[in-house]
């Protein structure tokens, strides 16, 4: 196995804020620039720039300054880290609880034919 | 009751390390306990699709543990180790989960988890599955083991992880 660390918990902390979390959806439509982004939060523009900052060190957004308007776009990969393996569990755990419905009902229906 | 109306839910909190499953099993609870603590019934439903489980050591008993693989229809196989903390017939089962190797030695560089699963009567027996993590830092050692797939992403599945990462 190669180095494969991720550094995901950088992403675990970023994706913990609500505010954080709602740039992310927002992004998930498309890039945005910071003062659009910002416009629906009731906090200053320093403070919602430190929420920037913490998703573009989590590498969970990328920022362009163009002029003077700086423009954030959604790191697609970084999100589809935790994505996957969360997703990957639930399906595993999907199947072997249907597994075990199939067991119970075999085990169930044993029950019922010998009672003893 | 047929298989769809059983309830299945699964949800990540990232604030707290843990997930959360609720199932819903069409059984008398005691059935559903049996599956959950008799090696030969495990054996069954354990491994997810396409995997195979087999027990290599069960001493179901606060102390005791679980020792298993999981192996792939290639061949591969997966050792794990579930250490019974608790064990409260038919309600409760508190393990201490873990990667191991054949012999059933845990490999101390990987993070265990606790997995806490309740048993309850009704209609249906219910079984509610905690996983906690310690840390942050714990949780991503593991997925970063899990990374080997390495599959690409869309955006269509943005929407269904920030739904996980928001449910309580």
Request: negative net charge; charged residues 25%; glycine residues 6%.
């Amino acid at each position: 196995m190669e180095n494969q660390s991720t550094h995901l918990d950088p992403l675990f902390h970023a994706l913990a804020d609500p505010t954080r979390r709602a740039v992310v959806a927002r992004l998930g439509q498309g890039p945005a620039s910071v003062s659009d982004l910002a416009a629906p939060f009731p906090m200053g523009l320093p403070a919602f720039l430190k929420h920037i900052t913490v998703l573009e060190e989590a590498g969970l957004i990328g920022t362009e300054k163009v002029g003077r308007v700086r423009t954030c776009t959604l790191q697609e990969d970084r999100l589809a880290a935790a994505e996957d393996w969360f997703r990957e569990q639930r399906e595993q755990w999907k199947s072997r609880y249907d597994q075990l419905d199939e067991l119970l009902a075999e085990l169930t229906k044993d029950t019922e034919n010998d009672k003893d | 009751m047929t298989k769809t109306d059983l309830r299945y839910t699964f949800a990540a909190d990232m604030q707290t390390n843990q997930i959360r499953m609720v199932r819903e099993f069409a059984a008398p609870r005691s059935t559903v306990w049996a599956c959950y603590s008799r090696p030969e019934l495990l054996d069954r439903w354990f491994a997810p699709e396409p995997l195979t489980a087999k027990t290599a050591h069960m001493d179901f008993r606060e102390g005791g543990h679980w020792h298993f693989s999981m192996t792939m229809p290639e061949g591969d196989t997966y050792w794990s180790r579930f250490d019974y903390q608790t064990i409260t017939p038919e309600s409760r089962i508190i393990t201490l989960d873990g990667f191991s190797d054949p012999e059933g030695g845990v490999n101390p560089d990987m993070p265990r988890s606790t997995v806490d699963m309740q048993f309850e009567d009704g209609e249906v027996t219910t079984v509610t599955t905690v996983t906690q993590y310690a840390s942050a830092e714990d949780l991503q050692a593991v997925i970063d083991m899990g990374m080997e797939a390495g599959i690409g992403s869309t955006l269509d599945r943005l929407d269904a992880l920030l739904a996980d990462l928001t449910s309580k």
